[in-house]
């Protein structure tokens, strides 16, 4: 059975801080990845995806994640993060396009002003 | 353009009571999956709904039970609520004829409390 395993369950950094957030899956086959966002109060919406092509996956607000095949991780990363990203982010994972979707535990981020 | 929409935002019931949840999909969109995240965990995917049918089934029970209607709104049945129902139920929608590279849009969710 697929799974998402992240790293950190709880980040604190200092704004302009360069953040990298973990995540590895199991499945051997060919998947799909996501990170979602969390911000305070509102809905869980996209940050990026990936689905073919280039590894290297540019998202909204500045980030970007890289799929690394041979090592089954999907890294989140920001070179400077601003308090506006204090939010929780979930990796995730699906085998297709109508498959559901597999979640990682969440990060929380909390970024000091 | 009216996003995921779902009602109602929160919800108290007792132990062994039944629940109703619903949820309108974005326009345009004809997939409905749902989602049960429970405190500090993440999203966890309960079913979906496809053509008024149940597409796919994740590891719930059957008190979890759902519905598609013909304008692809969808409702999602929980029966005999236990304390551990307790969390926040998320609905995702989608369209299925789009490209190979689609998005499941989350709706604000519906925060049930089982007491």
């Known amino acids: 059975a697929q799974s998402v395993s992240q790293h950190n369950h709880h980040v604190i950094l200092s704004e302009a801080a360069s953040l990298e957030l973990g995540c590895n899956y199991s499945y051997g086959g060919t998947v799909n990845l996501f990170w979602y966002v969390q911000y305070p109060g509102q809905h869980l919406q996209l940050l990026l995806k990936?689905?073919?092509?280039?590894?290297l996956v540019k998202g909204i607000k500045g980030f970007e994640a890289e799929f690394i095949k041979s090592k089954f991780s999907f890294n989140l990363r920001k070179p400077s993060v601003q308090w506006s990203d204090t939010a929780e982010y979930f990796c995730?994972?699906?085998?297709?396009?109508?498959?559901?979707?597999?979640f990682g535990k969440g990060t929380r981020l909390h970024i000091l002003p | 353009d009216a996003g995921v929409t779902q009602s109602p935002t929160h919800l108290i019931k007792t132990r062994g009571q039944q629940v109703t949840l619903r949820c309108s999909p974005k326009s345009g969109h004809d997939t409905v999956s749902w989602y049960q995240q429970a405190l500090g965990q993440g999203p966890q995917f309960i079913f979906q709904?496809?053509?008024?049918?149940?597409?796919q089934r994740g590891n719930f029970p059957d008190r979890f039970s759902g519905h598609q209607f013909p304008n692809y709104s969808s409702e999602l049945n929980v029966n005999a609520l236990l304390l551990g129902d307790s969390a926040l139920y998320l609905c995702a929608s989608s369209w299925t004829t789009s490209g190979a590279e689609y998005e499941q849009y989350f709706g604000p969710g519906t925060r049930l409390t089982v007491t």
């Open positions: 709904y496809y053509e008024e049918e149940e597409r």
């Open positions: 995730a994972v699906n085998e297709g396009r109508d498959d559901k979707i597999i």
């Open positions: 990936y689905f073919s092509g280039d590894p």
